[in-house]
């Protein structure tokens, strides 16, 4: 019988990336779109990017290593389309997080994809929605998966204090949202 061996698909996470090199393997996955928004009559076409850095800030200024597609090195099976290997590392990528956090500005499909991929694999999921309307209503799909859901700056950053501080024990830090949901 002829063996045959298959390329394990990897991610390389950036060095700029990495602020604990004690714990490599303890990093968010950054679930989010990063593109201009088309929409007509958009504010802020940039929101998406925008959102994205204000977590990854968090994220950094935490010490906490992050994974995020954009900036991620990406190698997968020889021969393989880019697209599949762009599937196959994020997936093994969200598969090694300890957590993610999804950006849900714009909502973003892939982005969507990858917050039901990371609950269906029971990575614990933060939900970024940043929004400036209390009566504003957030998805209840999303709202009901996740351990928490930080509509602000200062809540993302006031979690990521206490995950920390109970060293990822999401079980201590789960909270529930009690916002509006559709």
Known sequence: LEQRTRSVNIFIMIEQNIYDKEHLDRFCYLSSGWFKDKTPGSQDVNAQERTRLTVYSALAKHKINIFSPKDEAVVGEPGAPLGKKILDANVEAIDNAA????????????????????????????????????????????????????????????????????????????????????
């Open 99 to 182: 957590f993610c956090i999804v950006n849900t500005e714009g909502k973003d499909m892939g982005t969507l994809f990858e917050a039901g991929y990371a609950y269906a694999k029971k990575v614990p999921i933060i939900y970024y929605w940043e929004h400036a309307d209390p009566s504003a209503k957030f998805n209840l799909m999303l709202a009901f998966s996740g351990v928490t859901v930080c509509s602000n700056e200062k809540e993302l950053n006031d979690f990521l204090d206490i995950l920390v501080k109970e060293n990822f024990d999401f079980e201590k830090c789960e909270k529930e949202f009690e916002g509006n949901v559709e």
